[in-house]
């Protein structure tokens, strides 16, 4: 009778056939797996399956009786969310307006084609469905992903009755619930998942748009390619991390002192005795208490105490406690954790993964849950302990009102690897919960010793309960001797240890995540995708101990938009956003307020981080080097233009503009710095630019309209082509200029030079074909150039105005190599390496100083047979290339420095057009016939007073040797020796003694020639040392003139002179005041022997000037005190005075100004002399009232 009774109601739920009158139900579940495991416990395993439009989408069918009905089921599900929210029409692209405006655009829910056919796939079942029940996850994404289904079906079938099934689980029992108790969906909250979704969307676009553009360009070499985005959820959870490594990084230790008592009970049992007072920060203090105890320590037992200590078991199970204790217990990150949790819930082995509860619900089966692991050899025995005496879970404080807390619910042994182990750990933890704490005895014996208390503790376990089946917490027994009250024992030992606090640790993963639910930021289905998406943009990092430590990029960010003064690496505004989501849900806020408030607020912080962009550089150039100067104004404006290609001069993008006159034109971003422009004629009626990029050289196509007539026939009147160089005839037709100036009018054919000029000048950005190239002395052959990575040159054409342009030379292809070659130089020549214009050899085409190898082809060798090294820094590292954007002289040209960070490197510094003098880039040797040191070697390298290389310098100052090359040391200023040769003097030169010092540029060499006649000696000052060479730069008859100078700092100068231009007999005639007898480095007197010094009345050789001032004696050399003016003793003499007449007046006052010379030139003594005119040089008037003017 009974087994009749179930066939009459299986043939009635479950009815294997289907009658033409049958209501047809729509299932729709999240995932396919989902559904596939629902339509199964429905059926019990009878359902059908058939294929639907998507491969990925199956759809279930099967007969079962719901809404009191026999029904067809049609199960199905989509792949998550089925809609996407996105900007209306062109909007959703990059460069389609300003993102301040992304604020208040339209937006709309649509299909991507992804899930077009999954969009087929409901059209047509909803048809012909009498009603749709959504089986989606009951959680605020899954409430929002079942309307998106609503919104799709009901645009097909509009009165169509919609049911929600809720549940927690895939079981029999769960399903069964679900189909009795369907409901209607919950609009509210969806709608705060809308509510998210367009403020997500509208502040990243916003945010992620003018962090990435601007930045890429402010940054090229660092971020060129690097996606630089922004969440509100992504900045806080940085932030943290950011928090946590600055609170590390300042934190400063502060030292403690602690007491500690040893007592060895017995040969085996030990008893350490811990301070009451815990620790002291004062020395002094602790020092004292120990010296008290060190001298009475004799300790008294002063209390025992025995009591019962239990460890609590966990809780059960929530999303967050699951990825905290799955991060610390199974190292697995939350993404990870999350995705086997998910896994492991669609094929029905655990609950739904995604809840906040953390309460068992009264109603659910426990001891069945339990019985169902009595089966395994590892924890079954456990399993079936706990059903003796009845599941007793330790329930916490949390409830979703949705989902029970993370349990098992049928047994396994079939999974493998992490998804075993996070199983296991879900069904013990469950257990655990279900079992009893463990239990022990504590107890504490205190004693006194000189009045200080300290305490011991031991433990006995007497119950272990849950911990026997959860190996993850450890409670461990500490075994103490057994003291009475009044005892008194010796220490072994009382010790004073010294200690200091340490710093908080950095954060790891289970931190982050339970930081982030303490401040609001996501949900506990949102937390691991957040902290991987950190990660994924390299704005932090994991060390090697698994903690999070912020990168450079995220470092920085942090730190500029903290200077702006809205912290909005902090969590506040989110965690007010999350608030506000959970008021939606409760129907307590409505949605449209929540988002009219959140965009408002968030459209005044975008407005300020605009303005004050630069601070965000200025944080950011700390750590990825020197920021290009943009200015935000501008920037704003142009983020909105749709690059056609990157600029060739400057490296800024190039966007298609409009004439002012009317027309198009392609300019470079950095105008006025850079002027690059393509210029299209007046035929072109409209231009935009395409999405569709070349497949060469990636540059955006252009898509043209010409006028009739106007091109070639074989050229459409609607055409979208290159404009790069890629696309010949469009070059051709639309006369392509890439190096004219900016103009309203389109330049003319004759304008250009013809087709030929055209030719030279258009830039094609693609590897040239391999070509043949022949001199005099060897045959034709065809021959692919090749840079020094291996790959084939790109043929370029230089833009610039210069001697140059128009010029085609090589570069490398993948701009990694520093390869050069000029394309009209001969096949002999094709083995260079150096990126620059070729130098030794004496030096072709140089643009600098020849070598020395004898004038602009002189020989010297093939320079290409031994190519020089790459431009090497100080460091031993490549150096970079880079151009001067500063105005003046050198605007625009390029020099090398290092590439480390500022501060991080060397000074190292060369100019890239300087190769030639040497035909290395490195500046480091003569070369083949190139510069040439100070001696007569020819191939030495110039060696600098301190042993190293020196290093090649041009002098900018405005003066006569403007632009001229100079060595000097090679290390930093307060470490260099001073030492200076000119670049273009050769050594002949050297030892004549014609090196001038120049503008000003002050040098010392190691050996220089004297200017006597055996010219051997060197010319040194009064300190015993080398002099120095200067030039007279001061305008008046020595101006160019060369003398030789004290070569120590002005506060350590022994004030020496000498005129490079006078030969020793002048030097012996009395034309010098000097130092002693005998060679240039002692200077002759006026005596008529010309032995003997001119000697100042302090007893020292006196020093030798000349009249500046306009006058009759202009130009008149004399000698004077060489001591500073506050210690001089005011010797004067004229240096043109003979010995015989006897006027060696060495006590002449050196006040004595030269208005006081009588016209025999002789000092008067006692009477003033008479006044003479300054302009005729006759007694009587002053040059104010000179009858002769």
């Known amino acids: 009778m009974i087994r009749n009774f179930v066939g009459i109601l299986i043939r009635r739920k479950y009815c294997s056939y289907a009658s033409a009158d049958m209501v047809k139900v729509l299932n729709v579940a999240e995932k396919n797996d989902a559904a596939k495991t629902i339509a199964n416990v429905i059926s019990r395993g009878s359902a059908k399956k058939r294929e639907g439009f998507s491969k990925f989408n199956k759809i279930y069918e099967f007969n079962y009786n719901i809404l009191n009905k026999n029904c067809l089921m049609m199960m199905t599900s989509v792949s998550g969310h089925l809609l996407e929210m996105d900007f209306v029409g062109q909007y959703n692209k990059w460069y389609s307006c300003s993102p301040l405006s992304l604020f208040d655009l ?568 850079c002027r690059s422009a393509i210029w299209f004629p007046d035929f072109v009626l409209d231009a935009s630019v395409s999405d569709v990029k070349c497949e060469t050289c990636q540059a955006h196509l252009v898509n043209f309209k010409f006028k009739m007539g106007s091109v070639p026939p074989m050229l459409p009147l609607e055409y979208a082509g290159c404009v790069a160089g890629c696309d010949e005839l469009l070059a051709e037709s639309l006369q392509i200029n890439h190096s004219a100036p900016p103009s309203s009018q389109r330049p003319t054919q004759q304008m250009m030079g013809g087709h030929t000029r055209q030719e030279s000048q258009r830039v094609p950005l693609v590897t040239v074909q391999p070509f043949n190239r022949q001199t005099d002395n060897q045959e034709s052959a065809g021959q692919e150039v090749v840079c020094n990575c291996g790959t084939s040159a790109l043929l370029l054409t230089v833009k610039k105005d210069g001697p140059n342009q128009g010029r085609q030379f090589y570069k490398c292809g993948g701009s990694v190599c520093n390869f050069f070659l000029w394309a009209d130089e001969s096949q002999n020549n094709t083995l260079n390496n150096s990126r620059g214009p070729p130098g030794g050899g004496g030096g072709v085409n140089s643009r600098g100083p020849s070598g020395g190898g004898g004038g602009v082809r002189g020989g010297g060798g093939d320079r290409f047979q031994n190519p020089g090294p790459e431009v090497t820094c100080n460091c031993g590292g490549p150096a970079r290339l880079l151009r001067v954007t500063k105005e003046g002289p050198n605007k625009d040209r390029e020099f090398y420095s290092c590439s480390l960070p500022r501060g991080q490197g060397c000074d190292f510094f060369q100019w890239a057009d300087a190769t030639d003098e040497n035909g290395d880039r490195s500046f480091r040797g003569g070369g083949g016939g190139g510069q040439q040191g100070i001696t007569n070697k020819g191939n030495q390298e110039v060696m600098c007073n301190c042993g190293t290389q020196a290093k090649l310098l041009t002098v900018n100052k405005e003066g006569p040797n403007k632009g001229r090359t100079f060595y000097a040391c090679a290390n930093p200023r307060d470490q260099s020796c001073n030492f200076f040769q000119w670049g273009d003097v050769t050594n002949d030169e050297n030892r004549g003694g014609n090196l001038s010092g120049g503008a000003g540029v002050p040098f010392v060499l190691s050996r220089y020639q004297g200017t006597h006649s055996g010219g051997d000696s060197d010319v040194m000052c009064n300190c015993g040392n080398p002099a120095k060479m200067l030039t007279v730069n001061k305008d008046g008859p020595n101006k160019g003139r060369t003398f030789y100078a004290c070569a120590n700092p002005r506060e350590q100068s022994c004030n020496f002179f000498q005129w490079g231009d006078v030969t020793n007999d002048e030097n012996s005639g009395g034309q010098f005041g000097g130092g002693g007898g005998g060679g240039g480095s002692r200077y002759q007197g006026t005596q008529s022997g010309g032995d003997s010094d001119v000697m100042c009345n302090c007893g020292n050789p006196a020093k030798m000037l000349m009249v500046n001032k306009e006058g009759p004696n202009k130009g008149r050399t004399f000698y004077a005190c060489a001591n500073p003016r506050d210690q001089s003793c005011k010797f004067f003499q004229w240096a043109d005075e003979s010995s015989s007449g006897g006027n060696t007046n060495t006590g002449v006052s050196k006040k004595r100004t030269l208005s006081m010379l009588d016209s025999s030139g002789v000092t008067p003594t006692k009477k003033r002399a008479a006044r003479k005119c300054g302009l005729c040089g006759e007694e009587g008037h002053t040059k104010r009232t000179c009858p002769h003017k």
């Open 106 to 673: 339209p937006i709309e829910k649509k299909c991507p084609d992804k899930f077009a056919d999954i969009k087929r796939t409901l059209e047509r079942e909803v048809r012909q469905s009498q009603y749709l029940i959504i089986w989606t996850d009951c959680d605020r994404e899954g409430e929002n992903i079942g309307h998106e289904v609503i919104q799709v079906c009901k645009a097909v079938n509009p009165n169509i009755p919609v049911y929600r099934a809720r549940f927690s689980e895939i079981t029999p029992q769960a399903v069964a619930r679900a189909c009795s108790n369907l409901v209607p969906p919950d609009q509210r909250t969806s709608d705060a998942v809308d509510v998210r979704q367009e403020l997500d969307l509208r502040i990243g676009a916003a945010f992620t748009r003018f962090q990435t553009m601007r930045l890429q360009k402010i940054f090229p070499e660092a971020l060129a390619d690097k996606l630089i985005s922004y969440g509100s959820c992504q900045f806080p959870t940085l932030g943290f991390v950011v928090e946590r490594y600055k609170q590390v990084q300042a934190f400063i230790p502060e030292p403690f002192w602690k007491i500690k008592v040893t007592h060895m009970f017995d040969e085996e049992t030990k008893c350490e005795f811990s301070w009451k007072r815990n620790r002291l920060f004062d020395h002094n203090a602790c020092l004292i208490l120990y010296e008290q105890c060190v001298e009475n320590p004799q300790a008294t037992v002063m209390e025992v105490k025995c009591k019962p200590k239990s460890k609590w078991r966990p809780t059960p199970l929530d999303t967050v406690e699951m990825e905290k204790l799955a991060s610390r217990k199974l190292r697995l990150s939350a993404k990870e954790t999350m995705r086997i949790a998910e896994n492991l819930y669609t094929k029905g082995f655990i609950s739904y993964p995604r809840t906040e509860t953390n309460i068992f619900p009264k109603d659910l089966d426990l001891a069945a849950l339990v019985q169902e692991q009595s089966r395994d050899p590892n924890w079954g025995g456990f399993a079936s302990g706990i059903l003796q005496d009845r599941p007793n879970p330790r329930n916490g404080n949390k409830s979703d009102q949705a989902h029970p807390p993370i349990h098992p619910i049928k047994y396994t042994a079939t999974l493998q690897g992490n998804d075993a182990r996070l199983y296991e750990f879900i069904v013990r933890h469950f257990l655990a919960t279900c079992s009893k704490d463990a239990q022990g005895q504590e107890t504490t014996v205190t004693i006194n010793i000189a009045d200080e208390m300290f305490t011991a503790q031991g433990l006995m376990i007497i119950a272990r309960n849950y911990l026997d089946v959860y190996p993850y917490d450890r409670w461990n027994a500490k075994t103490i001797p057994v003291y009475q009250e009044g005892d008194s024992f010796q220490p072994n030992s009382i010790d004073m240890l010294f200690s200091e606090t340490s710093p908080p640790p950095l954060l790891t993963e289970a931190d982050l995540i339970a930081l982030m639910e303490k401040h609001g930021i996501g949900t506990d289905a949102t937390h691991a995708e957040h902290i991987e998406t950190i990660k994924t943009r390299m704005y932090i990092g994991v060390n090697n101990d698994g903690r999070f430590v912020p990168g450079q990029l995220g470092m920085g960010l942090v730190e500029g938009y903290d200077a702006m003064g809205y912290e909005m690496s902090k969590p506040h505004l989110r965690s007010e956003l999350e608030a506000d989501l959970k008021r939606i849900c409760e129907g307590k806020k409505d949605k449209n307020v929540v988002l009219t408030q959140q965009v408002a607020k968030y459209r005044d912080v975008f407005k300020v981080a605009c303005e004050q962009a630069l601070k965000i550089d200025q944080a950011l150039s700390q750590y990825l080097g020197e920021a290009k100067e943009i200015p935000v104004g501008e920037e704003l404006e142009r983020l909105s233009v749709v690059p056609v290609k990157k600029c060739s001069n400057c490296g800024l993008e190039m966007t298609l503009k409009t004439k002012k006159s009317g027309g198009f034109y392609i300019g470079c971003q950095g105008y006025p710095s």
